[in-house]
């Protein structure tokens, strides 16, 4: 028989750089999870991704037991990875912070792919794209569809 769920918590965390400070620690504590277990989990299961910032899905069970799913990078967080930027444009309409190529779009959509709701790499190209203009990052190039 399947476990009885009693909740969700999704947080994003950095690799091999969980513990149980905030955010962590009174996300988890308020669940009644083990928070120092789940800092040695992740920690281990992220250790070849350090630093990067990781979602994570905490399923919390009814015996206070969790599992977790780690998701990809956020498309922000890689787009300013490919720009070398710190952070986006406070008036990405004006103030154009990078830029980037269809081929680094590509690399970033077809890397997302699984934790997107798109059913081809197209679809998750416009929308990697929709987001680096919304962070004041220009696309450069023709796009390869249309």
């Not at 800092?39 to 070849?48: D, G, I, S």
């Amino acid at each position: 028989m399947a476990k009885e769920i009693t909740g969700f918590v999704k947080l994003q965390v950095k690799g091999g750089q969980a513990n149980p400070a905030p955010p962590i620690g009174p996300a988890l504590g308020s669940k009644g999870v083990n928070i120092m277990d789940f800092c040695k989990q992740f920690n281990a299961r992220t250790q070849e991704k350090m630093g990067k910032v990781l979602p994570v899905v905490i399923t919390v069970y009814a015996d206070k037991s969790f599992d977790f799913i780690i998701k990809t990078p956020p498309v922000a967080v890689q787009l300013l990875e490919a720009t070398k930027v710190q952070k986006g444009s406070a008036e990405p309409n004006r103030k154009k912070v990078g830029s980037v190529n269809w081929e680094q779009v590509k690399t970033i959509a077809t890397d997302k792919m699984p934790d997107l709701n798109c059913f081809t790499v197209e679809s998750a190209m416009k929308l990697v794209a929709g987001t680096a203009r919304s962070m004041g990052i220009t696309v450069t190039g023709d796009a390869p569809f249309n």
